[in-house]
């Protein structure tokens, strides 16, 4: 099973959608133009489960009205976002009606904001139990704080131990590089980044057992 883990910021720029709307280009024959990159992302990969992870003060609200899940329950985000105080309880009702409108189960993730050592580490424990062992992961890091996505490599790489999942990879929706000629975004990779992650712990393995053997995978999966 492919789970997409997303990350959803704080509101910005269009009060209406959050973010700015980009046409995102994933490859030569599959664009989308939206506000939301994880929303491209889910329909370019189309996983079997999203987690859709943000903090207290993420624009839930603007999400979730931009998919039209409970008009009721909008006004209570609302105020809840303001003052970074949503709770999980207030995400429930709007994830059976995400996972009805996607086709797929739908988690809404509460995580902290990582500003310290305690934060971040509960950010780990807090993905660890959503996720299931064996699974395959998919990272979305285009939105939220910027500091995140340095955490989500290393979230990759502890899911991968603990929970014996594989993260196939690290996707980030390009804003800042869009083409003013043809008005696409290009959408980034970073899986390579955690191949490299791959020989680094390698080499570390190798100082301590001079043991050459330690590369045998890696160089196999380089088609050595």
Known sequence: ??????????????????????????????????????????????????????????????????????????????DAVAAESVTAEMLCVHEQRLSEEFGIPVQCLLISYARDKDEQVAILNTLEQAVEPGENIVLDVTHGFRHLPMLALVAARYLAHVRNVHVQEVYYGALEMTDPATKQTPVLRLGAMLQMLDWVEALASYDKSGNYGVFSELLTNDGM
């Open 1 to 78: 099973m492919t789970t997409l883990i997303s990350l959803l910021g704080k509101s910005k720029a269009d009060s209406k959608t959050g973010y700015r709307t980009a046409n995102y280009r994933f490859d030569d024959s599959f664009s989308r133009e939206v506000p939301f990159f994880g929303l491209g992302l889910l329909e370019y990969l189309k996983p079997q489960k999203l987690i859709l992870a943000g903090t207290a003060g993420s624009m839930w609200d603007v999400f979730f009205d931009h998919q039209q899940t409970d008009d009721e329950n909008i006004l209570t985000l609302v």
